[in-house]
């Protein structure tokens, strides 16, 4: 029997945040066709599978798909974020991607959906692939008239999805954070295992669920610089300490004299922080905590800095350098999971082909959005692609100037596209953009000079941000990032 084929202007691979705010924004913006095939069984990519106490790093706001909002635009009642704008639980971000796709992508009559699907690509055509149902025989051929979209690119790693990377002995209890809220019995102890945002929000939930801090071992091997999340919130009530923050970053960039000064600078600045004062961090991934948050991790004062976990023994912990004892009942929570792992960059637009990366710092949802845009303009790729460069998710602190260097270049390139500049004044997800547009028909005083003091700083902030990252490129980069190094070597 023939194996059947659909055919559709897109084919979307993925239907996790990137594939989801790509699909919508198509829809507003074309009459094209879409078919979006994902391994999954709902959208929402990871969301799915997140712990049950995680929440979105950022504000609601600007996160989830366009043409809908996500939360109630307010602002945190309750909790270490108190008074900041509010962020999303996992549960109102997959019923937010459910709604989309039942309440517009589907009625819609112009998309087909295919969860608990495998995507197979033909190697000998880029346009055409197979959709291989994870339940049953039923394999459908896949035709994309324009493009197949990736939208698989961020792979999300998690511990619930992804086993622990160092080797557990038979009986040895550990657990993923999601099955912390399973425990049957109380443990006498917590290791958590990773340094990284997934091992903080679990630090910070077993101290709300009142388990005392003494009760908790933390093995770090590395430690993060961390964003203040107050300096990051693209919301209207908080637009001035935006700005503010932003003419502060340009302003510490010129005058640092290295990487190590520059964010330590911020640090004094209040924008970055990092929960012990006496360590340098070597890591920085876009982590997010608030004031509060950091006051509340510093709590836990036995911190383990003997590299990372090797081996989980019934009775001891072998670490790169070093032993710790496991005492019964202890539980070790493994939170060492990657995340986004680095990925080497490539274009976006490829002929039959289109790569859902960040054109825009730590920005999945307005990214994806974005690329839509610029796939419906009356462009060329090579024009497409000058102004959608990868904008890698960050892994060390060099990361962020280097970030912030190739999002200006692209942001460049959108302004100089009149619809594109007009829809970045509007849309919900381009955070920052629309405040400006805001701020030019009704801004304050106060607002009118912080954006003088922003567009004083820009010229020589970069030219700093740019010296900065060519002297840790001359001294050889930091931190064990190749991929990383590799992707800017293919883009630069
Ligand atoms: C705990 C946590 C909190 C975060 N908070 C924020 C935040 O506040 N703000 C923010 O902007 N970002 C945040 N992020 C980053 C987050 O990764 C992105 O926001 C976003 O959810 C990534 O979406 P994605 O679609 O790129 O990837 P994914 O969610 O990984 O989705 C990719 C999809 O592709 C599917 N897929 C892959 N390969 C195949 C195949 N061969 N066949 C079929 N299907 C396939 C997968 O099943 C998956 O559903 C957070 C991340 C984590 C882990």
Redesign the pocket.
């Known amino acids: 029997m023939d194996t059947p084929l659909i055919e559709a202007d897109y084919v979307i ?8 705010a790509f699909a919508d924004e198509l829809l507003t913006a074309s009459d094209a066709t879409m078919a979006i ?4 069984q709902a ?6 599978d ?1 712990y049950p106490f ?5 504000p609601s706001e ?2 989830g798909v366009n043409s809908r909002p996500l939360g109630n635009g307010g602002l945190e009642a309750v909790g270490a974020n108190r008074g900041l704008p509010e ?1 999303a639980s996992g549960a109102a971000i997959r019923e937010h991607f459910d709604a989309v796709m039942r309440e517009r992508l589907l009625p819609s009559g112009r998309v087909r959906y295919l969860p608990m ?4 690509a033909d190697p000998a055509s880029p346009a055409s692939g197979a959709a291989v149902s994870r339940l049953g025989p039923q394999r459908l051929r896949l035709h994309a008239r324009r493009r197949v979209v990736d ?6 790693e ?1 511990p619930g999805t992804h086993a622990p990377p160092f080797e557990v002995a038979a009986a040895v209890r550990w657990v993923a954070p999601h099955q912390l809220t399973m425990l049957q019995e109380p443990a006498s102890g917590y290791t958590i295992v990773g340094g990284g ?2 091992a903080i ?1 679990t630090v910070l939930w077993l101290l709300e669920q009142g388990v005392a801090a003494d009760l908790i071992r933390w093995v770090r091997p590395r430690e993060a610089w961390l964003l203040n999340r107050a300096d990051l919130q693209p919301s209207w009530a908080y637009f001035g300490r935006s700005l503010a923050a932003q003419a502060r970053q340009l302003e510490l960039a010129s005058a640092a004299t290295g990487i190590d000064d520059y964010f330590v600078r911020l640090e004094a600045a209040g924008l970055m922080m990092r929960i012990d004062p006496q360590v340098t961090p070597t890591m920085f991934r876009c982590a ?1 905590v608030s004031e509060g948050e950091l006051q509340e991790l510093r709590r836990v004062r036995h911190v383990v800095r003997a590299g990372h976990v090797r081996v989980l023994e019934r009775d001891r912990i072998v670490l790169e350098r070093g032993v710790l004892p496991l005492p019964a009942g202890h539980v070790v929570v493994h939170c060492a999971a990657n ?2 792992p680095p990925r080497p960059a490539e274009p976006a637009f490829q002929g039959a082909r289109l790569v ?1 990366h960040y054109v825009r710092r ?4 307005f990214s ?1 959005a974005l690329l839509a845009r610029l796939e419906v303009a009356t462009l060329d790729d090579e024009r497409r692609n000058a102004m959608s460069r990868a904008v890698p998710a960050p892994q060390v602190p060099a990361d962020w100037l280097r970030t912030q260097l190739q999002e200006v270049h692209n942001e460049l390139g959108w302004r100089s596209l009149p619809d594109l500049a007009e829809w970045l004044g509007s849309a919900r997800l381009a955070g920052v953009s629309p405040l400006l547009a805001r701020a030019a028909r009704e801004g304050t005083p106060e607002i009118a000079a912080l954006m003088q003091r922003l567009r004083h700083a820009r010229g020589r902030g970069l030219g700093g941000m740019a010296r900065l990252l060519a002297a840790v490129q001359a001294e050889g980069e930091q931190g064990p990032q190749p991929l990383a190094r590799r992707a800017l070597a293919v883009e630069s």
Do not use: F
Request: charged fraction near 20%.
């Open positions: 691979v993925g239907a996790g945040a990137a594939g989801m095939v994902d391994r999954r959208p929402g990519g990871h969301w799915n997140a995680v929440r979105l790093h950022g600007h996160y962020r699907h495998e995507w197979q939208a698989t690119r961020a792979e999300t998690l945002k997934t929000d997010l995340g986004i859902l730590c920005a999945p949802s994806a």
